[in-house]
């Protein structure tokens, strides 16, 4: 039986379905042949769509099936290709729709078909009268019925006008509106008129195939084996429409293996799986999350289709069809993919990875689309690898590339701690498009603020300045953060001139140095000695108003003792004192060390008994610059006491401490109980803060092996005006 399907729109579109599997058929203007317009009795428009090679006629359409109300324009199916305007068809009412991604949307006919017009002989004349049914109404009255009875109440006199497909459209009605008692209640009337007319009225195939597909519609899958007994015994063997309804209520029960049994069991009996059967096969792959079962299943079908195993003596076209399969494999891989990607404390990259590559090998590739939405999926650290992945085959397979897609993955490699890459994405953005905006910019100065923070923490300056030139190369203008930390790494690796350099460009370029800045310069100055650079330095900074910190109050302090003015280090506390700054262990360590340097172990010990009166703990930096600067000074005995003091308070001090008390009392044969020293403590290893080589960086920074030699004139280029 052919039958239409119905679309809701303002009027109505009607279309006799070509076959099962025909969930959309695209409608151009240009490529469609208008047959004819008619104009019906009410206000109602709507259009009508048969296939090229239909047999039905436009009187045979308005007579059978009710096209009763308004403007219907009939036009027949449109050519293969046509994707101007979609118009989405339900499919006949022999069958459900079997999945969201393979028909169309479709919604209850109760809604959809107003009324029936149905024809009869009228008197001996025969004379032909037209009789109107409201379906609408009809079902409406049935609404509520539990039993046969109650449809008999309402369909007794009416029995021998209906024809099946106003059953049939009643049925599928009640399933989407989770009916089933007035559903199952229908059926059972029409099997009692059965015996009462002798089957004149009553189930057929089509009958039973709805209320498959209207238990599937509303999900209650308790009955549906009676059903199924209840055909067979009627009479009623299933056909490929009764299996594909069955494969489609397994995959929607979580049964993706006995959907699949449910097609080698269509197969044995003889019948011919269509488009529908396949697609409903790759769907309980996609339920089991097997998108390599999926994939080696197109495959073989694809394979088997080229050698002429099916697709023949059908009226489906194949060629439309196979197209649609292939889109519906892609997209049951993607969601595939998907689900992998979403699953959490699971790292299933490699999976993804791998069935990319199978797809590949398929020549099957989904469209730039699902890539991008691949991207999103890609949220945890371990995705990077994917995401990086499917960035390059969108790059290399399609001209455009969303810039938030793009942003995403600058993001993902920056969480994966590849930063490298990251900019090489930035890069991108910048040689082939599309134009970075500001989340770009924002995304990858945080990823220049990581490593540069890493070169600062490690003193490698060197990758500092290469940062800060790569970040101008590429149009990102280093703000005072990015400077300071290259300079914090200048000083830490003691390269006082590039520290003046660097603080120099940061000047030339507009950029305000805070304390930070003037600290990390005073710091390199000290370190070097040039004290006299250093002091003036720090009346510059006092002059433009930034007010010291504790850390420049302790550089201060060094530097004044490396000039011997004691004095001066007196003022530097009073100014301490007077901006609220109490001095810390920090601060004594540096003019304790100070003085060692500069062989002052009078003003050292005096500034240790300093520490005490301020109640300010000294720690075994402390006790250890200050026992060298009383051993070097031939005062072995007191720093003798001040060692036996550390180890009263479980501070453990270093071998050269030991030694340098053992040397001194030697030269100055001086008389002291080794004994009561105790032993010799152990060699300390040394552990390495301060890394001067690129080498050491390319580890931290997942940066490429390869580069160039690193230049002098990198750091500091002066501008034509001021050479």
């Known amino acids: 039986m052919q039958t239409l399907s119905v679309w809701p729109s303002l009027g109505g579109v009607l279309g006799e379905p070509k076959s099962e599997f ?70 006949n009412l022999e069958e459900e729709k079997i999945g969201s991604d393979v028909v169309g949307g479709e919604s209850s006919v109760i809604d959809t078909v107003i009324c029936l017009d149905v024809a009869k002989v009228e008197n001996q004349s025969g004379k032909k009268e037209k009789t109107r049914v409201d379906v609408l109404e009809l079902a409406k009255t049935l609404w509520s019925a539990k039993t046969a009875d109650d449809i008999d109440e309402v369909l007794k006199d009416k029995c021998d006008e209906l024809p099946t497909q106003v059953y049939s459209s009643i049925i599928k009605g009640f399933g989407r509106e989770q009916r089933m008692d007035a559903a199952m209640a229908l059926v059972d009337w029409l099997k009692r008129k059965k015996k009462e007319t002798g089957g004149v009225v009553g189930p057929n195939i089509f009958i039973y195939n709805s209320l498959l597909g209207a238990m599937r519609q509303s999900k209650q899958f308790d009955k549906f084996e009676m059903v199924l007994n209840d055909m067979t015994q009627e009479g009623f063997p299933p056909n490929i429409v009764t299996y594909n309804t069955l494969m489609s209520i397994y995959v929607d029960q979580g049964k993706p293996t006995k959907a699949l049994s449910v097609l080698e069991e269509i197969q044995k009996k003889g019948l011919m799986p269509s488009a529908v059967s396949y697609s409903t096969a790759m769907s309980a792959y996609r339920t089991m999350e097997d998108g390599t079962g999926a994939l080696k299943f197109f495959i073989e079908l694809r394979e088997n289709y080229k050698k002429g195993g099916i697709g023949n003596n059908t009226e489906e076209n194949w060629t439309y069809e196979f197209v649609k399969l292939e889109n519906f494999v892609i997209r049951a891989c993607y969601q595939v993919m998907r689900q992998w990607l979403v699953k959490k404390n699971k790292n299933l990259s490699t999976d993804v990875l791998k069935l990319l590559s199978e797809m590949d090998k398929a020549e099957i590739r989904p469209a730039r689309e699902e890539y991008e939405r691949l991207v999103w999926a890609c949220t945890r650290e371990e995705h990077y690898i994917v995401a990086k992945e499917l960035y390059n085959r969108i790059r290399e397979n399609h001209s455009e590339i969303s810039l938030s897609v793009c942003n995403h993955v600058i993001w993902l490699l920056g969480i994966a701690k590849k930063w490298w890459a990251a900019l090489e994405i930035y890069e991108d953005l910048l040689d082939k498009g599309p134009k970075p905006n500001n989340l770009s910019s924002e995304l990858i100065i945080s990823h220049f603020n990581v490593l540069l923070d890493a070169a600062r923490r490690r003193g490698i300056w060197r990758w500092g300045v290469r940062l800060i030139n790569k970040m101008e190369e590429k149009g990102l203008k280093p703000e005072t953060r990015q400077w300071n930390a290259v300079l914090v790494a200048c000083s830490k690796a003691s390269e006082t001139t590039a520290a003046v350099q660097i603080f120099k460009r940061m000047v030339e370029q507009g950029d305000k140095p805070t304390i930070i800045s003037y600290g990390a310069l005073l710091s390199a100055l000290e370190k070097a000695q040039l004290y006299d650079d250093a002091f003036k330095v720090w009346e510059h900074m006092l002059k433009v108003d930034i007010k010291p910190n504790p850390h420049v109050y302790t550089i201060m302090a060094s530097v004044f003792i490396g000039q011997g003015k004691l004095n001066m280090v007196n003022a530097i506390f009073q100014d301490m004192a007077s901006s609220g700054i109490e001095p810390t262990v920090v601060t004594y360590n540096a003019i304790i060390s100070g003085c060692a340097r500069n062989n002052l172990s009078t003003a050292a010990y005096e500034w240790f008994h300093r520490m005490n ?48 008390i053992v040397k001194s009392s030697q030269d100055c044969e001086a008389s002291i109980d080794l004994g009561v020293l105790g032993p010799r403590p152990a060699e300390k290893r040394k552990k390495v803060q301060v890394r001067k080589t690129l080498t050491e960086f390319r580890k931290i920074g997942d940066v490429p092996r390869k580069g160039k030699p690193f230049d002098r004139k990198e750091i500091y280029t002066p501008r034509a005006g001021n050479q």
Request: proline share 4%; glycine share 6%.
């Open 613 to 660: 009166v301020e109640k300010v703990s000294p720690n075994a930096i402390t006790y250890e610059m200050l026992i060298e600067a009383l051993t070097n000074d031939g005062k072995p005995r007191i720093a003798y006491e001040l060692y036996l003091r550390a180890r009263s308070e479980n501070i453990a001090l270093s071998s050269k401490a030991y030694d340098g």
């Open 22 to 91: 025909d969930p959309f058929w695209s409608i151009s203007s240009s490529k469609c042949d208008v047959v004819e317009s008619v104009r019906c009795r009410c206000g109602n428009a709507g259009l009508v769509v048969f296939p090229r090679k239909s047999r039905f006629h436009r009187t045979t359409a308005i007579l059978r099936y009710g096209l009763c109300s308004g403007y219907y324009s009939f036009f027949t199916e449109p050519k293969v290709g046509c994707v101007r305007a979609s118009v989405a068809f339900a499919g």
